[in-house]
């Protein structure tokens, strides 16, 4: 999900930071493949690449449901793939969508496609409520506070909630079948919270790379950009040193016309640097650039919003190795390390610092979400990070969401809606983590019980594990995905075998 | 809770079945205490009625928990006795109020003053919004349906649980004990349905006369007059039999002004009968009262809406032996086992058919509940049942209560939210019923596994368990009290253990 990233930036840039999902399959060559199945033979079959065939459904749904004044509905999307399913011992995967298009979710999360056969699986991919073609109001959805009065997590969960109840009801073999959630991110929150509130509905959930611990004081503000830090750390000597040399060296040259002229030239720039407010969203861009190359560093190369090599930010960090150089050599090696991000395929004329993410995610919604009960606090202290000093000021941040979107934030409400670090009594949730995730900070990465476990993947950015399977996998996260798998199998079993119990 | 009796009948008239709540205690005489503390020594004390000293406290609660747009708050009223309460070692019990005034429910609920010196327990008494003072748009709150759109069970266990993280926020000692949701009735449900929800605020529930799945399809919609029913069978030969006449009887006369007159004459109406409408209003009116006393057919003298004597169905059913009368000396009849319920103190000049119950009772609150989450079907076939045979009709209910409050009832909701009859994944709930208590037909009535148990009390009327103790309290109520305690000891005993292990 995008971090909200807003400390002293201006509201219109208050959520740009990327959330990146799993990206395309990727072809694998015969030698890994044969490797691959040798290992992994439970997790892999012949194909290469998976074709992802789905057909698109529209479930009406109440706007509210947690009020009756109001009995307006709208329409949800969902795509369901059952080239896989099995009326007989099957199951259900169910993805909690989350802020963005779910055709691009749905294509993105090869994990699932995957494991369907194994598990007699069909997908359900679910849009979330005001994302997508899923909007309560049509175009009017984001027009005011009153309009975007349901888009919340609970509203989301009971959207899932009905649907699968209408599944169940309605596709001929699928109600006495089990429903596993699983989502990445804010999905993978999701995922987790929806195990949590309906665990009548799910036998459980695969949260992927889900910080559902980063509110309130759960965790300190600044562990995301120290993670981001540490990527870049040991990707290369000197790297964050570099990067952490580059604000004072943008500061000094910003002093001046001469200077701005300079860094919009030098940075080649779409629109010209013109005053101090400008400087700061050039510095919050690329910082948000580091960000999203930290939840990207994939072991091979990747497509999103711009194609992308293999572990990026060893690529960045060659440009990356000398902080002791001369303000305009530093600033042009960041250019050069800005560049792998935004103009790996060489097919950008200028860089426009108001864009880093796919249009494929719901900028909007989730700025709101963020301003509601999404409350992430985020801090850098410039020692333990390479980042300018930012303390977290929720006082500002509540400001800048008022003028926002007329809503006031309520961080204390997730916490208590979902329990916090409390949650030992729930049962039958995988969290799982990349150490190399900045999210991972926020998530759970130590078992709380038995059956509420982490999964850490020592060599695994952004929920790597919700992507398809690739040669270049890290073993680890091989290993992540066959125990995840395990989990899920034992749940299914363990439905069947109570469902033969009761008759 | 009041039934939602809306069979045929005016929706002004919708909801006036009493749900009464346990009564004052009542003085125990020496020699019983001396009994009952040589057999149940562990909840008895040595006193014989309980001063209810309690302090009274406001919390500014979101009127929307589930929402941004308006940002509006209220007063929620609770109440704290702390007469018992340990900071070392202590619990929290915590009453789920329900459709009602906190204090009346406060002064009603015996067991928890009771057991609060054993428990080292603080008790504390949450009134339900929309009910009591806790008014959200005060004396607008009623006016319309977007002022009455924060009436949900989902709204008002949110305001528990905010208040408990107030309590254990601002009460020094508080925060590190266990807290134990507790109520009767529809405030039975709230309890069972908040450990469900919150299971990191409660470690679990007390749900007396909880009827969790008296929703669609869950139980067949004649129970709950069955047992009514059953209740006056057992009570005396022919007692049903001659209710079950009384109808026809009604009917008869009714046809001519003549017989109106005489009915209104002979019952003692306030307000004479002119037309169809009331002698319709009339019937439900006698149905509810039946009802009633079936609620509350306690083994003691209590003093409810008017006195009632120790087994008043027992008192009614002798003046109803004989159903072969003419109808005159019938209807005679049972004008006399009315004023059992109606006038024992012999202190009514003349009944009034628009009143069954206390007003200590929000039916203005709970009419809506009905009408749009709380929807419990209800039927009778004049064959299992001593009432005129009426079916289940949810257009005809949906109708009366978008003619009553501009709202359509959503009767598979609660079922979607709460799991139904699938709920077997929770834990540290007791469902209490009394097997003569009608809303046990609709209650959890045999364990579901170890932790979810269920306690039936088979000379039990509405909650008695929650009542306080009493010299007259059959075996049957102290052994259900004595195995509540026991169960909530151990999840006092686990919690402790469990805050050990972490540090």
């Not at 329409?75 to 963005?100: C, M, V």
């Not at 992430?376 to 800048?400: A, V």
């Amino acid at each position: 999900m995008p971090a909200s990233w807003a400390m002293g930036r201006p509201t219109a840039l208050l959520l740009l930071l990327a959330f990146l999902t799993p990206g395309a399959a990727i072809r694998v060559p015969p030698a890994m493949k044969a490797l691959s199945s040798l290992r992994w033979s439970t997790s892999f079959t012949s194909r290469g690449t998976v074709a992802k065939k789905y057909s698109i459904h529209y479930i009406q749904q109440k706007v509210n449901h947690f009020g009756f004044d109001a009995d307006k509905t709208f329409k949800q999307r969902y795509l369901i793939a059952d080239e896989h399913w099995k009326k007989n011992g099957g199951s259900i995967l169910f993805y909690t969508g989350n802020e963005g298009d779910i055709t691009w979710f749905c294509n993105n999360t090869g994990f699932m496609w995957d494991v369907a056969a194994q598990l007699k699986a069909m997908l359900v991919f679910a849009e979330h409520r005001y994302y997508g073609e899923s909007l309560p109001f049509g175009n009017k959805s984001f027009t005011d506070s009153r309009h975007l009065d349901f888009l919340t997590s609970e509203q989301a969960l009971a959207d899932f909630a009905v649907l699968i109840k209408h599944l169940k009801k309605t596709i001929p073999g699928a109600k006495n079948q089990p429903v596993i959630a699983i989502g990445g991110s804010y999905g993978g929150m999701l995922a987790a919270w929806f195990r949590m509130k309906y665990s009548h509905i799910v036998v459980g959930a695969l949260a992927a790379s889900a910080p559902i611990w980063h509110f309130g004081n759960l965790v300190p503000c600044g562990v995301f950009m120290e993670i981001v830090t540490k990527d870049f750390k040991r990707s290369g000597p000197n790297c964050s040193e570099t990067i952490r040399s580059s604000w004072d060296a943008i500061n000094r040259f910003a002093r001046t016309g001469a200077g701005l002229r300079w860094l919009s030239e030098n940075l080649d720039l779409c629109t010209a640097l013109t005053n101090t407010q400008d400087v700061q969203n050039l510095k919050a861009w690329i910082s948000e650039t580091w960000i999203n190359l930290a939840m990207v560093d994939y072991p091979y190369e990747s497509d999103f919003l711009q194609p992308l090599p293999a572990w990026p930010i060893k690529v960045v960090c060659q440009y990356l190795k000398n902080p002791s150089v001369s303000d305009a050599q530093l600033l042009q090696n960041i250019f050069q390390a800005l560049n792998v991000y935004y103009n790996y395929s060489g097919q950008a004329s200028c860089l426009n610092i108001s864009e880093t993410t796919t249009s494929s995610l719901g900028t909007q919604g989730w700025s709101y979400q963020a301003c509601t009960e999404m409350v992430m606090p985020f801090c850098t202290n410039g020692i333990d990070d390479m980042f300018e000093p930012h303390s977290w000021n929720l006082r500002e941040f509540s400001e800048d969401c008022f003028k926002q979107w007329g809503v006031r934030p309520r961080p204390a409400w997730i916490i208590t809606m979902y329990g916090g670090k409390n949650i030992s009594s729930h049962t039958n949730i995988i969290f799982s983590n990349g150490e190399l995730d900045p999210w991972s900070g926020g998530g759970v990465t130590k078992d709380i019980t038995d059956t509420l476990v982490a999964i850490t993947i020592p060599e695994g950015a952004h929920h790597l594990d919700l992507r398809a399977r690739n040669a270049f996998d890290p073993t680890t996260v091989l290993l992540a995905r066959s125990l995840e798998v395990r989990h899920m199998k034992q749940w299914i079993r363990d439905f069947y075998a109570n469902q033969r119990k009761k008759h």
